[in-house]
């Protein structure tokens, strides 16, 4: 049996589809429109099929940046980092947010696809810190994104959270988020599960309308975020990810999971890479499809027509090299595609 949000019962006028495991909405009637209100306006998402973890305990701090590729060591109460948790190969386990609360208490946020595995290797590592690890499945979670989401939600939210920088945080009753999945401004609000449709229908009387797993993930594409499972895994690492940036080398003597894996690898030079590709004829770009360079082959991670753009656009992983185009193989025809700088898209604007 599927599960279900505490917000199933807002979307019984969606289409629903199975999504890990749960049943989510793909879309209240039409997903072109829902990706053209979050740039245009502003839409909600429900997210709470999410993981939320708190972790606390005197060596929390350490037990962070040793877990993480990136360094928790480098934030402040209140302020998030993104980043990969690795096997000891330098592969993803998958890619999360982590919260920086008091020097004893962290929240993560993780995929639900991912779930299982996250808490079970998080708990086996955790152990040796004497941190305790709680999945938060009494909250539930929800996205606001958009350029008009500030005015929109002025009334709904404290003076502190409207307030908010990127990737910093509030909480009291609710814990507020300046982060997102779609390359606008918003927030994430994390909150008892039993309030959470009560916020929604205020959004909702706001004129912020509903949007499903269809839009979000044309949305997360054009901004040019990884989607787990898609375009990284256990077998892929942030380098060959293009999620260098996530990866704090320095200190040079911080230890994490997988970095002498990742070193290696980085020494190497010969390691696949991500690339950001725009179809230049008729077609549309789509996962798996086979991609030729000189350099040789390569595949599409994550390829959709872009509502924003009016074009195809993709990412792919390659053999590491300079490119300005490649081909790709769309059924019985080999077409070009241009070689171009990620995001696509940021605050409403087109990049490329």
């Known amino acids: 049996m599927l599960k279900k949000t505490p917000l199933y019962d807002q979307h019984l006028n969606a289409k629903l589809v199975d999504f890990g495991g749960w049943e989510m909405p793909l879309h209240y009637g039409s997903q072109i429109e829902e990706h053209h209100q979050v740039r245009q306006d502003a839409g909600v998402f ?16 350490q037990f962070l940046r040793y877990l993480l590729a990136n360094d928790v060591g480098r934030l402040t109460i209140g302020k998030a980092i993104y980043s990969c948790m690795l096997n ?17 208490r962290f929240r993560m946020v993780v995929n639900s696809s991912t779930k299982d595995k996250d808490i079970a290797w998080i708990i086996h590592h955790a152990k040796e810190f004497a941190v ?27 003076t502190a959270a409207l307030s908010l920088k990127p990737f910093h945080a509030t909480w009291d009753n609710w814990f507020i988020a300046r982060t997102g ?9 994390m909150l008892p ?6 916020l929604w229908e205020k959004l909702l009387a706001n004129e912020i309308k509903p949007i499903g797993l269809g839009a979000r993930n044309t949305l997360r594409l054009e901004a040019g975020m990884n989607l787990y499972g898609t375009d990284m895994d256990e077998d892929c690492s942030p380098l060959e990810a293009g999620l260098n940036w996530t990866v704090a080398w320095k200190p040079l003597d911080r230890d994490f999971i997988g970095r002498a894996a990742l070193q290696a690898q980085k020494d190497s030079a010969n390691h696949r890479i991500m690339i950001a590709l725009v179809l230049q004829d008729k077609g549309v770009l789509r996962d798996h499809q086979a991609i030729y360079t000189d350099n040789g082959d390569g595949y599409i991670t994550s390829g959709s027509f872009s509502p924003t ?11 590491m090299g300079k490119y300005e185009q490649v081909t790709v193989q769309i059924r019985n025809k080999t077409l070009v595609a241009k070689v ?12 490329i």
Do not use: C, W
């Open 88 to 104: 000891e190969n330098g592969g993803v386990i998958d890619d999360l947010i982590v919260y920086y609360q008091s020097d004893e």
């Open 309 to 319: 753009l009016g074009r195809s656009i993709a990412f792919a992983r390659v053999p």
């Open 132 to 158: 305790q690890v709680q999945e938060r499945d009494d909250l539930a979670m929800i996205a606001v994104q958009g350029p008009q989401v500030a005015e929109k939600i002025k009334d709904l939210l404290p």
């Open 340 to 351: 171009v700088k990620s995001p696509f898209v940021k605050n409403g604007n087109i990049l």
């Open 46 to 61: 429900d997210v709470s099929h999410m993981t939320i973890i708190d972790l606390t305990g005197k060596k929390v701090q």
């Open 193 to 198: 599960a039993k309030e959470a449709p009560e």
């Open 181 to 189: 999945y779609t390359g606008e401004n918003g927030f994430e609000i």
